[in-house]
């Protein structure tokens, strides 16, 4: 790392919160030497051979650039990364609602191992049975499970949403009310949901203005086959997809496919 800056402007120190100077968060970067990139549940990480680790929570709709140091500087950005070998990582959050820090590697060694959700879909295989086991030991509404960042880490409205209907079960049905199919449906779909996704670089959608680290727009919005879809015919039935509220907040589902 060349060097590192948090840009002039007083909402530009709301994303790095547990640094009380500019300078202090360039120092612990700058000639350190990245050794590896790596995610924990949301938090991303770039192992540093300083015995330091930068790890970025992006907020909504944030995004990191990687970019030329003579690309324009987009609105929003907030912390600039720049490399010896050219080339700079940025991070752009039109919310300021990311956190960004840099800390010494035992706080990330000791987030691997406390880590505060049960399932990552793509950290390790994981059977269905052992997601079955885990789904008996829960007691609530399907969306409610799905939305809980303590059970399935990085799932919102619109994914839960997707999964449920690939998995042809409803956002109100209790989980105590699974059967053994239903849970091996509800593993396939969200692993089928969530690969597809990756895939398709995410989902740019309304004000989550998302880009990948290149800074092209997701696709995943084009697939979408409830969420946001309601009066929409339904692409296995041809029902209208219904708009309801679960806990306050939107839902989307298809009436005659999930029960």
């Known amino acids: 790392i060349k060097d590192a800056e948090v840009r002039p402007g007083r909402n530009a120190m709301k994303v790095v919160p547990r640094h009380g100077r500019r300078k202090e968060f360039s120092d612990l970067l700058e000639g350190a030497k990245v050794e590896a990139v790596g995610r924990v549940g ?39 990364v720049s490399f010896t070998i050219g080339g700079q990582l940025r991070l752009i959050d039109g919310q300021t609602r990311s956190n960004v820090h840099v800390a010494p590697t035992e706080e990330l060694e000791r987030m691997r191992s406390t880590r505060s959700f049960a399932v990552d879909p793509f950290e390790t295989p994981l059977t269905w049975q052992h997601f079955s086991q885990l789904l008996q030991e829960r007691d609530t509404t399907m969306k409610q499970l799905l939305m809980d960042q303590g059970f399935i880490c990085g799932l919102g409205d619109i994914y839960s949403d997707e999964v449920l209907f690939t998995s042809g079960i409803r956002f109100d049905r209790s989980t105590a009310k699974l059967t053994s199919q239903d849970v091996r449906r509800l593993y396939r779909g969200m692993m089928e ?8 670089r995410g989902t740019t959608w ?54």
């Open 193 to 200: 949901t969530l690969q597809d996704a990756v895939r398709a």
């Open 42 to 80: 949301k938090i991303l990480y770039l192992s540093l051979d300083n015995e330091h680790a930068m790890m970025v929570d992006l907020g909504p709709g944030a995004w990191l650039l990687k970019t030329s140091a003579s690309e324009e500087m987009a609105m929003h950005t907030y912390v600039v």
């Open 206 to 259: 309304g004000e989550q203005d998302f880009r990948d680290l290149h800074g092209e727009p997701g696709l995943y919005q084009l697939e979408l086959k409830v969420f946001e879809r309601d009066g929409e015919a339904c692409r296995r039935c041809r029902q209208a997809i219904v708009k309801d509220t679960a806990d306050g907040a939107f839902t989307y589902f298809c009436p005659q496919c999930q029960t």
